[in-house]
């Protein structure tokens, strides 16, 4: 049986590939599109998401959300997304948005749905699913599973300690990691596995496919090589959420404690993240640890070039 689906997202170059992917894989049936500011303000993320929903013609509803965090305002990252938010690549204006308030069309959809039944995935700062799951605790037993791309074990990529997601809005994945779930995580120290190289690409480019996939190779073209991977490569971040749901064999995952640094300063935001169980406390982690990269980036094409 398909997955019921809640997607939250912040597109997004990755975004974007991640919809797409969980658009055209059978396994989701992608309910609800949620989205949230985070790369680029949320008049573009909105813009974006309603236009790869429309690229891939299924009509999924897609509800704005938050502008900003909970406690400050977001801040975007230009840098690697383009003031656009999908590093300048242009698509046909997607549907409207369906009305209401993101964090509303989550409770609405989970106090629909039957007990551990609904899989909800964050890709972006994860404020309109803490809003939701704050003003409503009771609905966690709805979910089947929570995904989340977010955090790192190791270094961050928005400053030294922190990961972008966690670090926008620290205070809502606080909440999401004390909801009593265990979350199924890809973190930076995950992401950097499916790590996207010019051969990558043109091996993914030898595969035909519509509309969607010819997007997707042209916002991987655009996306700028990373300092950290000595300018030969980067990190594919998002989709790897969506590929733990559809694919879960292409993981190896182990539970494991996390919290998240609310504190002003150097590690706000920081997942600190006890891999070795060494304070003996209860895992709230599924930890995406390894990642079987080419069959991922084989996934990804299977999955994303039969879409229109
Ligand atoms: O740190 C990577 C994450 O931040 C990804 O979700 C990317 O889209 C940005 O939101
Ligand atoms: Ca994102």
Do not use: Y
């Amino acid at each position: 049986m398909p997955r019921t689906t809640i997607i939250d997202c912040d597109p997004g170059t990755d975004d974007a590939i991640a919809l797409w992917l969980a658009l055209g894989s059978p396994e989701l049936d992608v309910k609800l599109i949620t989205v949230a500011g985070g790369n680029v303000g949320l008049d573009r993320t909105t813009a974006n998401a309603r236009a790869v929903v429309g690229l891939a013609g299924k009509a999924v509803p897609i509800v704005a959300g938050a502008e900003r965090s909970l406690m400050a305002p977001f801040r975007a990252e230009t840098a690697v997304h383009g003031n656009d938010g999908l590093g300048g690549v242009m698509l046909p204006e997607g549907p409207p948005l369906a009305p209401g308030i993101a964090a509303d069309a989550i409770r609405d959809l989970l106090r629909a749905s039957p007990p551990a039944s609904v899989t909800v995935i964050g890709l972006g700062p994860v404020t309109n699913l803490a809003l939701a799951f704050a003003a409503e605790p009771a609905l966690v037993d709805r979910v089947q599973d929570l995904v989340l791309m977010s955090g790192a074990w190791s270094e961050g990529n928005i400053t030294p300690a922190a990961e972008f997601n966690a670090w926008n809005d620290p205070e809502a994945l606080a909440i999401l990691l004390n909801l009593g779930l265990k979350v199924a995580i890809a973190t930076l120290d995950l992401t950097f596995q499916a790590r996207v190289t010019p051969a990558v690409i043109e091996a993914l480019a030898a595969r035909e496919g519509g509309a969607c996939w010819r997007a997707a190779l042209a916002i991987l073209r655009a996306l700028p090589m990373s300092r950290r991977m000595n300018g030969q490569g980067f990190p594919l971040h998002d989709p790897c959420a969506i590929a733990w749901v559809i694919a879960p064999h292409l993981f190896g995952v182990k539970d494991a404690a996390a919290e998240v640094d609310c504190t002003p300063g150097p590690s706000r935001g920081r997942t600190v993240i006890d891999r070795w169980n060494r304070l003996g406390r209860p895992a709230n982690l599924a930890l995406m640890e390894t990642l079987d990269a080419p069959r991922f980036f084989d996934l990804l094409a299977a999955r994303i070039a039969p879409l229109p």
